[in-house]
C-alpha cells in the first residue's frame, strides 16, 4: 500500500496571470503556470523491516558481489572494500547493516551498478557507519563514482538504527535516479553534497542532520518532496535546492547556508522552518522551465534570518503567493519579487513587526507596481496586499 502525497498549489495564480502581461508563460507550452507533484512512499520504503530467517549473511570474507534479488546483513569491518550490487532490472536487494564499518579508500563503499530498487536499512539497536576515501578518482565507462553510497537506480535509506555516511572525496550519498529517505537517526558528512537524487529526492518522516561542503540536499533535474521528520542542515551553499519543485508540507528544519531553500517553485504547506542565510532564504529562480519562478506558502510557520549584504528574505524571480501560515523574516531586506504578490491569508512578520502588505525590494522601478486588491501587475511594482 502506497502513500500518495500531492501538492496542488494555489489556483489564484491562474487568475493573475491573465490580468498581467509581465509573465508569459501561457505562451509556451513547456511552462506550468501552476505545479503540481505526486510521489508515493511505500510501506517497504517506510518501514525497515525485513525476513532475517530468509536473509543471507555476509562476512568481509565473502564475494561482496550481490548478483541475486534479496535480502543481504553485514555486520562487523568491512575495510577497505566494496559492496557491489548487479542484478536484473527487475530485482530488487535489500542490504541490512546490523553493526556493521563500511570503508573503502578507492571508491564507494557501496556501489549500486543494476538494479530495480535497492534498499539500505540500518536495523534497530545497531550503530553503522559508512565512509570513502578522501583522494580518489573511479569511473565505470561514463559513470564517475563520486560518492560513499552510488547509486544508478532508485535508493532508499531507512531502518530504526543509526547509521552515518561520510562522503570524504565528493558525495556522501548519490542515486542516478530516485532518493527515499525514511531513516530514523541518520548522519550525513559530505565534502560537497550530502544527499544527491537525479530525478527526485522525498524525505518522509526522517530524522537527519548533514554537514555538506555544498548542497545539503539535492536534485539536479526533478523535485525534492519532505512530509514529515526533523532536519538540521548546515551546508556552505544551498541547504535545499531543486530544479523544478521543493515541496513542504510537515517536518522541522534547522537550516544554516548560503542558501536556505531553492527551486523553481517552492511551495511550503506544513512544518516549522527555521533559516538563517549569507545569501537569500528562500529563492524561486528559474532552474527549470516545468514552472513560473514562484514561492508560495499555505501554512506552516517560517522563520528567516539574513546576513547583511545583498540578501533577500523570500525572493522570487516571478511570484509570491501567500495564503496562509506565519512567516518572520529579519534583515535589511525582507521580499523581493519581479512578477506578482498575493497575500490573502496568514501572517507576515517583518523584522519583528506584523505587516498587511509585502514590501519589495524591487520597488520603485520597471512596468508599474503589483495593486493587491486586483489591479495589473508589473515588474518592480509595489507591495502586494492582504485582502
Not at 491573465?18 to 511552462?31: D, I, M
Amino acid at each position: 500500500m502506497k502513500k500518495a502525497l500531492k501538492f496542488i498549489p494555489a489556483c489564484a495564480l491562474a487568475l493573475f496571470l491573465l490580468a498581467s502581461c509581465v509573465l508569459a508563460p501561457a505562451a509556451s507550452a513547456e511552462t506550468a503556470e501552476t505545479a503540481e507533484l505526486e510521489i508515493s512512499v511505500s510501506k517497504r520504503d517506510a518501514s525497515g523491516e525485513y525476513d532475517a530467517a530468509a536473509a543471507v549473511t555476509l562476512s568481509p570474507e565473502d564475494d561482496l558481489t550481490i548478483t541475486e534479488a534479496g535480502v543481504y546483513i553485514l555486520s562487523g569491518v568491512y575495510e577497505n572494500q566494496m559492496i557491489v550490487i548487479e542484478v536484473g532490472e527487475e530485482d530488487k536487494v535489500q542490504l541490512v547493516l546490523a553493526g556493521a564499518t563500511l570503508t573503502n579508500e578507492n571508491g564507494p563503499a557501496i556501489y549500486v551498478r543494476s538494479a530495480d530498487k535497492v534498499f539500505l536499512t540500518a536495523a534497530e539497536g545497531t550503530v553503522n557507519t559508512i565512509s570513502d576515501g578522501a583522494d580518489y578518482t573511479l569511473t565505470d565507462g561514463d559513470t564517475t563514482l563520486d560518492a560513499a553510497v552510488f547509486s544508478k537506480e532508485d535508493l532508499t535509506i531507512n531502518g530504526a538504527g543509526t547509521l552515518t555516511i561520510s562522503g570524504n572525496c565528493k558525495h556522501a550519498v548519490v542515486s542516478k535516479d530516485d532518493l527515499v529517505v525514511t531513516a530514523k537517526d541518520l548522519i550525513v558528512n559530505a565534502a560537497k553534497v550530502g544527499l544527491g537524487g537525479k530525478d527526485s529526492v522525498t524525505l518522509s518522516e526522517a530524522a537527519v542532520v548533514i554537514t555538506a561542503g555544498s548542497d545539503g540536499v539535492r536534485s539536479e533535474i526533478g523535485s525534492i518532496l519532505v512530509d514529515g521528520g526533523a532536519f538540521t542542515i548546515r551546508a556552505s551553499s544551498d541547504g535545499i535546492v531543486a530544479a523544478e519543485l521543493v515541496g513542504i508540507s510537515g517536518g522541522s528544519f534547522d537550516i544554516t547556508a548560503s542558501e536556505g531553500i531553492e527551486a523553481t517553485y517552492i511551495l511550503i504547506s506544513g512544518g516549522e522552518i527555521t533559516i538563517s542565510a549569507s545569501d537569500d532564504g528562500i529563492n524561486a529562480a528559474r532552474k527549470s522551465e516545468s514552472y513560473t519562478p514562484t514561492v508560495e506558502i499555505t501554512g506552516g510557520t517560517v522563520s528567516v534570518t539574513m546576513g547583511a549584504g545583498d540578501t533577500d528574505g523570500i525572493d522570487s524571480n516571478g511570484n509570491i503567493i501567500i495564503t496562509g501560515g506565519t512567516i518572520s523574516v529579519n534583515g535589511s531586506s525582507s521580499f523581493d519579487y519581479d512578477g506578482s504578490a498575493s497575500f490573502t491569508g496568514g501572517t507576515v512578520y517583518v523584522n519583528g513587526q506584523q505587516v498587511t502588505t509585502l514590501p519589495n525590494q524591487m520597488m520603485g522601478g520597471g512596468m508599474g507596481g503589483f495593486v493587491g486588491q486586483g489591479g495589473m501587475g508589473g515588474f518592480g511594482g509595489g507591495p502586494g496586499s492582504r485582502h
